[in-house]
């Protein structure tokens, strides 16, 4: 599988030298980074190469990280791929609702997993986790309300060692696991 996919990122980047910056195989996955402005036609020769025919489109992501595969900022739109693949424009609406990454071109930039007055992008590093309302529907007064948002766990700081460790307060349902009781099954 590692052979077919260095062949195709051989073929990629010599096929589009000035589009595609930099190649990278990770879990069995072919990683491309593409220009921003050369998007457009690095979808479309995926697609309509006879080599290559990618013919359906069914993820566009991002991530709030320095090194995308398509870097941007809040700035520079990148190019919309709906008049290559219709399924972009859900894939689009969602990355720019959840991210605020603007795709120039698209025709229906609108929310669509949060609230229409909703402000700011909730998957971006400086959106804050308080100050904010959640819309609900309320069966006891049978309409919509907004309550403020509670973060249901607090924070907490990893190690990534373990994921025990650090764990100093009982959490609820491990009372028994700390009574001492040897027939708890709780290490002594």
């Known amino acids: 599988m590692e052979e077919r ?5 051989e073929y990629l980047a010599a096929g589009l030298p000035d589009a595609v910056t930099g190649t990278e195989i990770r879990h069995d ?5 593409v220009e921003r402005t050369a998007l457009p036609r690095v979808l479309g020769f995926l697609r309509d190469d006879p080599k290559c025919r990618f013919t359906l489109l069914c993820d566009i992501c991002g991530v709030d990280y ?10 520079e739109p990148v190019p919309s791929a709906t008049g290559l ?10 990355a720019w609702d959840l991210l605020g990454i603007y795709f120039a071109g698209n025709p229906d930039l609108r929310r669509i997993l949060t609230d229409y007055g909703f402000e700011g992008h909730p998957l971006r590093k400086d959106f804050p986790l308080t100050g904010y309302v959640e819309l609900r529907y309320d069966e006891q007064q049978k309409r919509v309300v907004y309550d403020p948002v509670r973060l249901q766990q607090e924070f907490r700081s990893f190690d990534f060692l373990s994921p025990w460790e650090g764990m100093d307060k009982i959490l609820p349902g491990d ?9 708890s099954g709780a290490p002594q």
Do not use: F
Not at 5 to 9: D, N, Q, S
Not at 29 to 33: D, I, R, T
Not at 175 to 183: I, R
């Open 5 to 9: 996919l260095k062949a195709l990122a």
């Open 29 to 33: 996955e072919l990683c491309l980074q």
């Open 66 to 75: 320095p090194d995308l595969k398509v870097e941007t900022d809040e700035n």
């Open 175 to 183: 009372e028994k696991a700390s009574d001492g009781n040897p027939a």
């Open 85 to 94: 693949y219709s399924s972009a424009g859900w894939w689009e609406r969602e």
